[in-house]
């Protein structure tokens, strides 16, 4: 038989090899590139991780406008309650005393982490909260409305709530949402082997708060009315209803932030007596508080606070 001749430059088989050699080519590329990319899902450049320290922006970039006035606002109304909103104010508070710089430090309940967290449920009250229920809490509760000149927090609708909100929005500018972020809320304190006791607390107020919030509790007033130091218990304090009335809540922000400027220096078992002290003093009522104080104590202080309980002769949550 007669071999075929060998194909001529310019016949098919050159052409299928030029086509099969570019094609290999090309493949190579798409699996060199495929295998140098992340598998990590692709994040906005302006977002952080949940996993990572955030830091909210500087007030040099509240933007002008509309916005920035609102934003503005807000902030003034944080960090100086009573003179932006003192009609629904009934202590010596600001909101500033307990979410530290302006609502911009971790561990101490800081607004941006707040703010990506809500609508939420609170356990509290027994439903999803959004942002508004829950500044609105804050005055009735940390801010005791019940006893400002309006008698209750501010209506819902009011600009208050819109500006403290537009404030917050602004701090939590590129924080991931609908995730716990690190420095939310208040350290969390392990129990300790002796437990909290207010006895050993007096001690340990004595030598490391008194100096600033008074031997009393009554923190520093200024002439004004408002305070340069809050006060922890009496009258012009946050009310049996708050937050801060919780031994826990109260030991892990005190870890992690006092003495002011110096957290983290105490001890946990420190931490943990010097609240209960703190806790264990009398303060304004629970305006949940319809019938006994021991009914109020079954219902809504069932563990975890002193309310209702005999200290010093006397039956806190009565006043």
Same mark, same amino acid.
């Given at each position: 038989?007669? +071999?075929?001749?060998?194909?001529?430059?310019?016949?098919? /088989?050159?052409?299928?090899?030029?086509?099969?050699?570019?094609?290999?080519?090309?493949?190579?590329?798409?699996?060199?590139?495929?295998?140098?990319?992340?598998?990590?899902?692709?994040?906005?450049?302006?977002?952080?991780?949940?996993?990572?320290?955030?830091?909210?922006?500087?007030?040099?970039?509240?933007?002008?406008?509309?916005?920035?006035?609102?934003?503005?606002?807000?902030?003034?109304?944080?960090?100086?309650?009573?003179?932006?909103?003192?009609?629904?104010?009934?202590?010596?508070?600001?909101?500033?005393?307990? =979410?530290?710089?302006? /609502?911009?430090?971790?561990?101490?309940?800081?607004?941006?982490?707040?703010?990506?967290?809500?609508? %939420?449920?609170?356990? @509290?009250?027994?439903?999803?909260?959004?942002?508004?229920?829950?500044?609105?809490?804050?005055?009735?509760?940390?801010?005791?409305?019940?006893?400002?000149?309006?008698?209750?927090?501010?209506?819902?609708?009011?600009?208050?709530?819109?500006?403290?909100?537009?404030?917050?929005?602004?701090?939590?500018?590129?924080?991931?949402?609908?995730?716990?972020?690190?420095?939310?809320?208040?350290?969390?304190?392990?129990?300790?082997?002796?437990? =909290?006791?207010?006895?050993?607390?007096?001690?340990?107020? %004595?030598?490391?708060? %008194?100096?600033? =919030?008074?031997?009393?509790?009554?923190?520093?007033?200024?002439?004004?009315?408002?305070?340069?130091?809050?006060?922890?218990?009496?009258?012009?304090?946050?009310?049996?209803?708050?937050?801060?009335?919780?031994?826990?809540?109260?030991?892990?922000?005190?870890?992690?932030?006092?003495?002011?400027?110096?957290?983290?220096?105490?001890? $946990?078992?420190?931490?943990? $007596?010097?609240?209960?002290?703190? $806790?264990?003093?009398?303060?304004?009522?629970?305006?949940?508080?319809?019938?006994?104080? +021991?009914?109020?104590? @079954?219902?809504? =202080?069932? @563990?975890?606070?002193?309310?209702?309980?005999?200290?010093?002769? @006397?039956?806190?949550?009565?006043?």
């Amino acid at each position: 038989m007669t +071999e075929p001749l060998p194909p001529t430059p310019g016949d098919d /088989g050159d052409a299928q090899r030029i086509i099969f050699g570019i094609t290999a080519a090309l493949l190579i590329l798409v699996v060199t590139y495929k295998v140098g990319q992340s598998d990590a899902p692709v994040r906005a450049p302006d977002e952080v991780a949940a996993d990572a320290a955030f830091s909210p922006p500087t007030e040099s970039t509240i933007p002008a406008g509309p916005d920035g006035d609102a934003i503005r606002r807000g902030r003034l109304i944080f960090i100086e309650t009573a003179a932006r909103a003192g009609r629904y104010v009934g202590n010596g508070l600001t909101c500033s005393n307990c =979410h530290l710089d302006a /609502g911009r430090k971790a561990d101490a309940s800081p607004m941006w982490a707040a703010w990506v967290s809500y609508p %939420a449920y609170r356990a @509290k009250n027994g439903r999803v909260n959004t942002m508004e229920d829950r500044i609105r809490d804050c005055f009735l509760y940390s801010m005791n409305a019940p006893a400002s000149k309006a008698g209750a927090p501010p209506p819902y609708g009011d600009d208050i709530y819109r500006d403290l909100q537009a404030y917050f929005a602004w701090l939590a500018t590129g924080a991931p949402s609908g995730k716990p972020l690190p420095g939310r809320g208040f350290v969390k304190l392990a129990a300790t082997p002796l437990g =909290h006791d207010p006895l050993r607390g007096a001690t340990v107020f %004595a030598g490391q708060c %008194a100096s600033c =919030h008074g031997a009393n509790g009554q923190g520093q007033a200024n002439p004004d009315g408002s305070y340069t130091i809050p006060p922890l218990w009496g009258s012009r304090s946050y009310n049996w209803g708050a937050g801060m009335t919780g031994v826990a809540s109260a030991a892990g922000f005190i870890k992690a932030n006092m003495p002011y400027g110096q957290g983290n220096t105490l001890t $946990d078992q420190q931490a943990w $007596d010097v609240a209960a002290y703190v $806790d264990s003093r009398e303060r304004p009522r629970d305006p949940r508080q319809t019938a006994t104080v +021991e009914d109020a104590r @079954k219902q809504f =202080h069932a @563990k975890g606070d002193y309310y209702g309980q005999t200290v010093d002769g @006397k039956v806190l949550g009565g006043s």
